[in-house]
């Protein structure tokens, strides 16, 4: 009982905060209320393709497969892998988290995983189709290039940041998660 408390501590103490602002607020309640339905219909929505594909990456992609051609050594091969995979993906940034960790089971290297999170949430495909049409290939395509230096240099960045022993930890985090 305590861990699953602690578990939801955050949940639980954010709904008391909601409560409190209905009662605080009784203006904005039907306002707030619906954002609360949007968002969880938006959630219920995402959330379910995301795991189902989490468990056919988890079930079809062997480990060894995964070292190979994500993991640490993995080079250049990696990177565009993982910068592929974040690409094509659907769904809000709050997809990519579980699906990261997925990875970091797996054996991908933690600056695939950097790179797999910069380009789900920047480097969108549909994201680029409507640029293209609405802004101009020139200016679509100029975004994508920074962007795509940029999630190099933050990965980059952030794996020479972090101790080893941090990344150990994240990794063991996420050989924990069910």
Known sequence: MKKAF??????????????????????????????????AGTMLLVIPPVFVLLGLLDVWVPREKMVRYMGEGSGIKGKLIAFLLGSFAAGPLYGAFPFAAVLMKKGAGFANILVFIGAWS??????????????????ALSRLAIDIVGIVVIAWALKAALPRKEIDRLYAEAERME
């Open 122 to 139: 920047t480097t969108k495909i549909p994201m680029l189709l409507f640029e293209v049409s609405a802004l101009g290939a020139r200016f």
């Open 6 to 39: 602690s578990r939801y501590a955050a949940f639980i103490a954010l709904a008391i905060a909601f409560a409190a602002f209905l009662a605080a607020f009784p203006q904005w309640r039907t306002k707030a209320l619906d954002s609360l339905a949007y968002q």
